[in-house]
């Protein structure tokens, strides 16, 4: 940190339980003197804060919190700004930079990474993103659909393991289904597929299920859930996926 200046940390909590938390985020919020953040994510992390002012805002003002935190920062102090997951992805890093750039803030600014939702749910269901895979978000609030339905057949011809996320809300509840069936022109309905909802939250809960049978679990998905759709090699185990990377071509074992 540059002497005189203050410091913005842009910090990725992870999934939602402080076991979850990396050593660095803790230490972060611990040294800021003031934590902002959504009051979703605020909650999560509560058994960390100690006597730092807590500055609350809904979901959808980014914007305004990544300015409010730009400017706390200014005044010399250290700031954390909460981020749900990894802060680099779909988080608040970009638009918090992005603002500090036009601006020309004068604070020193560090992302701190965290475990992200694809990661989290990853773990739940074994190993199915072993190897390549892409990440698209469903949410067209920020992202044309028609960027979103070229990525998705992107992915799907490309037989990369394809993890969704924001897959449906109340007021944006079909590009769910849409999405499935791109993905079924260019893959079997017999990839396995695994349903995560609150990953390391409490009432977390898991489905596995197939490509062919994922819309009969409409009714399951929804903005607290991630969606991994294995690619041509994926394959159950048991209670898990297993996305081989390639070992069973070059060794024995």
Do not use: C
């Amino acid at each position: 940190m540059t002497p005189g200046r203050g410091k913005l940390y842009i910090v990725g909590i992870g999934p939602g339980h402080p076991d979850q938390m990396t050593v660095a985020a803790q230490k972060a919020i611990a040294s800021s003197r003031y934590i902002v953040g959504n009051a979703t994510y605020l909650d999560q992390i509560k058994s960390i804060i100690a006597d730092q002012t807590i500055i609350t805002s809904s979901m959808g003002k980014e914007i305004a919190r990544a300015r409010e935190a730009l400017e706390l920062a200014s005044g010399n102090d250290n700031v954390s700004i909460i981020s749900g997951g990894d802060a680099g992805i779909y988080g608040m890093a970009g638009i918090a930079l992005e603002i500090a750039d036009k601006t020309d803030a004068d604070v020193d600014i560090e992302v701190v990474p965290g475990v992200t939702a694809a990661s989290a749910a990853a773990s739940i269901l074994g190993s199915p993103i072993t190897g390549d895979f892409a990440v698209i978000s469903l949410s067209d609030l920020l992202t044309p659909w028609e960027d979103i339905e070229r990525r998705l057949s992107s992915a799907a011809a490309s037989d990369f393991v394809i993890t969704l996320y924001n897959p449906k809300s109340r007021g944006r509840n079909t590009n769910f289904g849409r999405s499935i069936e791109i993905i079924k022109r260019h893959r079997k309905g017999s990839v396995p597929v695994g349903i995560v909802k609150d990953a390391f939250r409490g009432g977390e809960s898991a489905v596995l299920t197939t490509l062919g049978d994922l819309l009969d679990f409409d009714d399951f998905v929804d903005m607290h859930t991630i969606i991994i759709i294995g690619n041509s090699e994926s394959k159950l185990s048991g209670s898990m996926i297993i996305t081989p990377r390639g070992y069973h071509r070059k060794y024995e074992y």
